[in-house]
């Protein structure tokens, strides 16, 4: 399995306060990309980055920032959490090319209440 | 902006059935993929494919690039498939655009 990990696994916060989510490889994979899941929508791109300090925004990325300041590590921050951000969020991460799959962390459930 | 669709939403067999699911896609792309996440559980990639046919044990992908359709059969269904089955499509920029998911449970 490719070495990728999410922490925290489970996280319960207030609504206003700031979140980071960590998403660690050790697969040297150029790409890391952070989804939400939620019922009804599937997966849904936050952010997604190709090379340190490279990011680009995705689908749903109001409310969220990132950063990688180093290739094995991409972070997720929710900097005045809401209601809304209630979610499962999935790290993966990617070689390039179409032959590359997607290797997904386990996730991270938050709940903002 | 691509657009995937997954049918059926929800699917329901008896063990030993022949399971196919359906994905279609709107534009151009360099890859399909197809996932499986598990009840709770993490995401793990079935198939990555450009063309034709792959198959791995008991799943079959397949892809027809000129109607831009891909299905996933599964032979022989077991309650360990139970699941549910995403498909992705992977466009130039290395961005997935992901489908909806169809919930397969199979019977003993």
């Known amino acids: 399995d490719a070495g990728i990990t999410q922490s925290p696994r489970h996280k319960v916060t207030e609504t206003g306060t700031p979140v980071t989510l960590r998403c660690h490889q050790t697969e040297n994979h150029r790409y890391m990309y952070w989804y939400r899941q939620d019922p009804g929508h599937g997966l849904r791109l936050i952010h997604y980055s190709y090379g340190v300090k490279d990011t680009d925004k995705g689908e749903v990325s109001d409310g969220y920032s990132v950063s990688r300041s180093k290739t094995e590590d991409f972070l997720l921050t929710l900097e005045s959490a809401t209601s809304s951000q209630t979610s499962v969020y999935f790290c993966?991460?990617?070689?390039?090319?179409?032959?590359?799959?997607?290797?997904f962390g386990n996730g991270t459930r938050l709940t903002v209440t | 902006k691509n657009e995937v669709e997954q049918s059926p939403q929800n699917l329901t067999a008896q063990e030993g059935e022949f399971i196919t699911i359906n994905c279609s896609y709107s534009?151009?792309?360099?890859?399909l993929h197809w996932l499986q996440q598990h009840p709770g559980g993490g995401i793990v990639s079935l198939f990555m494919?450009?063309?034709g046919k792959k198959k791995h044990g008991r799943l079959i992908a397949t892809i027809n690039i000129q109607e831009k359709h891909s299905s996933l059969h599964i032979t022989a269904s077991h309650p360990r498939d139970s699941a549910v089955y995403i498909c992705?499509?992977?466009?130039?920029?290395?961005?997935?655009?992901f489908g909806k998911g169809t919930k397969l449970t199979v019977n003993p």
């Open positions: 494919l450009s063309s």
């Open positions: 992705a499509a992977q466009g130039g920029s290395e961005k997935l655009v």
């Open positions: 534009v151009g792309i360099s890859a």
């Open positions: 993966a991460i990617k070689r390039q090319g179409r032959d590359s799959p997607l290797h």
